[in-house]
């Protein structure tokens, strides 16, 4: 079965910085990867979607890229602000090709003023 | 967007007894999938559920612990069955937006089983 992880559990970085957080997975080849943030006592919310064929997307202040050779996806939040700070979720879809999802386990990241 | 609501938010169950959570979408989707999230952890899917057809269950999960209804394209209930302290744990309600496969997320209920 596939598995999903990501770098570390916790990320502690200064205001102004680049955050970079890192999604790792094995076992299969997923058409398409997404990225999500959760807010505590809240359901995720959809950041950014990249798919196989694509190295790199953008969204304002964030970076997604994509290498199927190494199996990771890299989630870069410019600029980093303390309202930034939350748990970032990578996600795959799901091998039964049934629209579904696999969560990675997640990083919490705090950006400090 | 959607924007998708879920009874209770929260409660609190003895052991033993079952809840049933709402999980209710402002438009008409074809999938709607429910996700269990333990403390401390990441989402794991529990089942797709589907109008007019059996829900899916993921490995680890079965229909007489979890069983769903999708009576229509808008609405799905998840109920949670002989409850242990083990249930406790937040459940999500999901739709995907085929555009772009994001999911949208319910807000969650949290539950917690004594």
């Known amino acids: 079965s596939q598995k999903i992880e990501q770098n570390s559990e916790a990320l502690n970085i200064q205001e102004g910085k680049t955050a970079t957080l890192t999604c790792n997975y094995t076992?299969?080849?997923?058409?398409?990867l997404q990225w999500y943030r959760q807010d505590p006592g809240r359901g995720p919310v959809f950041l950014l979607l990249?798919?196989?064929?694509?190295k790199e997307k953008r969204k304002e202040r964030l970076k997604v890229t994509f290498d199927t050779t190494l199996k990771q996806s890299l989630f870069h939040i410019t600029a980093s602000q303390p309202a930034d700070s939350a748990t970032y979720l990578c996600?795959?879809?799901?091998?039964?090709?049934?629209?579904?999802?696999?969560f990675g386990t997640g990083t919490r990241l705090t950006v400090i003023p | 967007s959607a924007v998708i609501s879920q009874k209770p938010s929260r409660d609190i169950c003895q052991r033993g007894t079952s809840l049933t959570i709402q999980c209710q979408v402002d438009?008409?989707?074809?999938?709607m999938f429910w996700y269990r999230q333990q403390p401390g952890q990441s989402l794991t899917l529990i089942a797709t559920?589907?109008?007019?057809?059996?829900?899916?269950?993921e490995s680890g999960f079965v229909i007489d612990k979890f069983p769903i209804s999708r009576p229509n394209l808008t609405f799905s209930t998840l109920t949670v069955s002989n409850m242990s302290p083990e249930d406790s744990s937040i459940y999500l309600c999901?739709?995907?937006?085929?555009?772009?496969?994001?999911?949208?997320f319910g807000p969650g209920t949290r539950l917690t089983v004594l």
């Open positions: 559920a589907n109008q007019g057809s059996e829900a899916t269950y």
């Open positions: 996600a795959l879809e799901g091998q039964t090709g049934a629209n579904n999802l696999f």
């Open positions: 990249i798919r196989e064929n694509e």
């Open positions: 438009s008409q989707v074809t999938m």
């Open positions: 999901s739709v995907e937006r085929s555009r772009d496969n994001e999911q949208f």
């Open positions: 076992n299969y080849s997923p058409a398409y």
